[in-house]
């Protein structure tokens, strides 16, 4: 019989959260520390801090990729992948741990909890610096690679942060998107936008600007919706979802980056799978790691 409550954690590059969850994937108690000292002695004194003989077992949620019981590349925090945490944890906690990847994470936080609670098969896309995402099929998280922000959709394009070239990730994610605005600012296109003391302009700045109309910032943020669009058409052609969730900071686009998507998709897709998928925003938002983390345990 499994018990009523879990551990999640959602193991970030700047916060540890942790938090008791419910198993309807309902957070009753938390805690957030910084995960810049000793990350392994921080996350034992947190889970020691909500354990009881109520828990299930503990489910981690990590950026980067995972084998399910080992950490096999964490570009925020590599001293992971050099500790065994999972044997750490399941020693001092007797209880056992669960490893997932963050994206996959919160794509099933989303389903037990979230805008996929009434949906069998969805695709959730994080729209944030990258892009990643997860898929939910028949109402099962799929265990796959899932780089949903590493397909091609601009052949011999932008060079990628992965190595490739012309990813969907270096078209309508956020660093996509300065790159673009400093590219156009460096060619001296008319524009109000500027560059901070760091030559560097961030999305939110951007945005400002598209909002009071600068016609180069409202272009930056359509045509990286474009290409979302895009993106959004092959997912809904390949798995037929019943929805696409979209989480991440680039949300707060919306008027203008998803509804530029949302355009194309319609045009690109087959119009009876398109007419068919509807197109929301999470509702866990930040805390959809932390629940699916805690989902693991149950799965
Ligand atoms: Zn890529």
């Known amino acids: 019989m499994s018990k009523p409550f879990s551990i999640g954690v959602d193991l970030g590059g700047t916060n540890l959260r942790v938090a008791v969850v419910s198993r309807e994937g309902e957070i009753v108690d938390r805690i957030t520390v910084s ?40 570009p925020n925090l590599p001293i992971l992948k050099e500790i065994d945490l999972v044997s750490v944890l399941e020693g001092r906690f007797n209880t056992p741990v ?87 600012i460096d060619l001296k296109r008319e524009t109000m936008m500027t560059l901070d003391k760091n030559g560097r302009i961030m999305p939110e700045d951007i945005y400002k600007y598209a909002a009071d109309g600068d016609p180069l910032a409202t272009e930056i943020f359509k045509n990286a919706g474009f290409y979302l669009g895009l993106g959004i058409a092959n997912y809904i052609n390949i798995f037929g979802p019943d929805a696409i969730i979209l989480t991440g900071g680039l949300i707060g686009a919306w008027d203008i980056y998803v509804k530029k998507a949302i355009k194309t998709a319609a045009a690109a897709a087959f119009k009876e799978l398109f007419a068919k998928t509807a197109i929301i925003p999470s509702k866990l938002a930040g805390d959809a790691g932390i629940v699916g983390a805690a989902e693991l345990t149950y799965c």
Do not use: Q, W
Not at 152 to 160: I, N
């Open 98 to 184: 669960y490893l997932g990847n963050d994206a996959s994470a919160a794509t099933l936080g989303e389903s037990v909890a979230g805008a996929g609670k009434d949906f069998n098969t969805f695709v959730m896309l994080t729209l944030g610096t990258g892009i990643g995402g997860g898929v939910v099929y028949n109402r099962k998280l799929l265990n796959i690679a899932g780089e949903l922000g590493h397909i091609v959709v601009e052949p011999g394009g932008r060079l990628c942060g992965c190595g490739g070239r012309g990813c969907l990730e270096a078209y309508a994610s956020a660093r996509a998107m300065s790159m673009a605005a400093m590219e156009a």
């Open 35 to 74: 995960s810049t000292g000793n990350v392994i002695d921080s996350l034992t004194a947190a889970i020691e801090r909500l354990f009881s003989d109520k828990i299930n077992g503990i489910g981690l949620a990590v950026a980067g990729l995972t084998d399910g019981k080992k950490i096999l590349s964490s």
